[in-house]
T-cell receptor, first 115, second 111 residues
């Protein structure tokens, strides 16, 4: 199956700084990738759909200026949390597919802690 | 709103016992998928069942789908300590174009 590599797996940053999370598809071309946020012991909440070569589509309530998504190539999508605050601390996961009649492949997730 | 609702929220069993998790949803779907998540990791796909299917098996996993009741169940037989994880159902509708996840069931299998 497809392999999605996400890094870093953990990051700690200071309040007010920006953090970039990368999601790479290692063995396929991903025109669409998805970014999720997950709070402890809760489900995945879709934040945005990343489209290669065009603007990301954000879910209602997600600030696009806060969570910048770039999908400049078919193998790389990035999520940048800008001016991070402690409330942005969470587990962020990317996935490929999940937008078709097939299984989705997920990255390993990134645990972001803002101090 | 969250499409899938799962129960139980948490399940604790002994090794060798069977574990059953249920998922209900509200609208028509094209397929329903089950995923597993180990603590602090990404999700791993287990089974996909299409709306015209009623049952699927994969190793020790058995999934059923009842579209009239808008519900699905995941059965893990002869559970092992390594099955300890969170399990999520996710529904897919072509009209929406994305997966919608249930709240998940935290399964603990005691050796």
């Amino acid at each position: 199956g497809a392999v999605v590599s996400q890094h870093p797996s953990r990051v700690i940053c200071k309040s007010g700084t920006s953090v970039k999370i990368e999601c790479r598809s290692l063995d396929f071309q991903a025109t669409t990738m998805f970014w999720y946020r997950q709070f402890p012991k809760q489900s995945l909440m879709l934040m945005a759909t990343s489209n290669e070569g065009s603007k990301a589509t954000y879910e209602q309530g997600v600030e696009k200026d806060k969570f910048l998504i770039n999908h400049a190539s078919l193998t790389l999508s990035t999520l940048t949390v800008t001016s991070a605050h402690p409330e942005d601390s969470s587990f962020y996961i990317c996935s490929e597919s999940g937008a078709g009649n097939t299984e989705a492949f997920f990255g390993q997730g990134t645990r972001l802690t803002v101090v | 709103s969250q499409q899938g609702e799962e129960d139980p929220q948490a399940l604790s069993i002994q090794e060798g016992e069977n574990a059953t998790m249920n998922c209900s949803y509200k609208t028509s779907i094209n397929n329903l998928q089950w995923y597993r998540q180990n603590s602090g990791r990404g999700l791993v796909h287990l089974i996909l069942i299409r709306s015209n299917e009623r049952e699927k098996h994969s190793g020790r996993l058995r999934v059923t789908l009842d579209t009239s009741k808008k519900s699905s169940s995941l059965l893990i037989t002869a559970s092992r300590a390594a099955d300890t994880a969170s399990y999520f159902c996710a529904t897919y509708r072509t009209s929406y174009g994305k997966l919608t996840f249930g709240q998940g069931t935290i399964l603990t299998v005691h050796p």
